[in-house]
T-cell receptor, first 116, second 109 residues
């Protein structure tokens, strides 16, 4: 089964530092997403990305966050000047967008970020 | 009103029992519906899509009620391994994905 891969699986960073979370979506997928889940809370939408630009973002996705698809395969989430409350599991996801089963969204295993 | 709402549970059931729960959605133009399963500190994994006619996959049955705007998941003959959080995911006609907060199911021996 095709899969979305994420690195690192776990990162500990000091408050104020920048982190980059990396994702390799499923190769023929067209839509990419970042979600986060604070421990014990619901999955929250951060941003969606299509055709090399952000298509939608949530209120959480402020100037501290940015996304890039630098080389046609990787999809990165950058968090600048991390805060304690950024500690969460960050999930990357992708969706085909094609006619057949294009709406099924597949998640990576997540990157667990701990800000200390 | 939240876009997608689920009964958080927890539903504590004995092995072999049947458990069912719903997910309501607010956007009547929603077009695609899914149930995902999430284990603690793991990523959500697709359990099943929900089709208009209802569908079954082994012990799991999913139904869609467009008139009342809800989907349901029924688990028959519960196993210990069914213990998880079940997330409802709804995709609107403009491809916006909305997640429910999840329903926790605990199956006890």
């Amino acid at each position: 089964e095709p899969e979305v891969t994420q690195t690192p699986s776990h990162q500990v960073t000091q408050m104020g530092q920048e982190v980059i979370l990396r994702c390799v979506p499923i190769s023929n997928h067209l839509y990419f997403y970042w979600y986060r889940q604070i421990l014990g809370q619901k999955v929250e939408f951060l941003v969606s990305f299509y055709n090399n630009e952000i298509s939608e973002k949530s209120e959480i996705f402020d100037d501290q966050f940015s996304v890039e698809r630098p080389d046609g395969s990787n999809f990165t989430l950058k968090i600048r000047s991390t805060k304690l409350e950024d500690s969460a599991m960050y999930f990357c996801a992708s969706r085909g967008g094609q006619l057949l089963s294009g709406n099924t969204i597949y998640f990576g295993e997540g990157s667990w970020l701990t800000v200390v | 009103r939240k876009e997608v709402e689920q009964d958080p549970g927890p539903f504590n059931v004995p092995e072999g029992a049947t458990v069912a729960f719903n997910c309501t959605y607010s956007n009547s133009a929603s077009q695609s519906f899914f149930w995902y399963r999430q284990d603690c500190r793991k990523e959500p994994k697709l359990l099943m899509s929900v089709y208009s006619s209802g569908n079954e996959d082994g012990r799991f049955t999913a139904q869609l009620n467009r008139a009342s705007q809800y989907i349901s998941l029924l688990i028959r003959d519960s196993k210990l391994s069914d213990s998880a959080t079940y997330l409802c995911v709804v995709i609107s006609n403009d491809y916006k994905l909305s997640f429910g907060a999840g329903t926790t199911v605990t199956v006890r021996a």
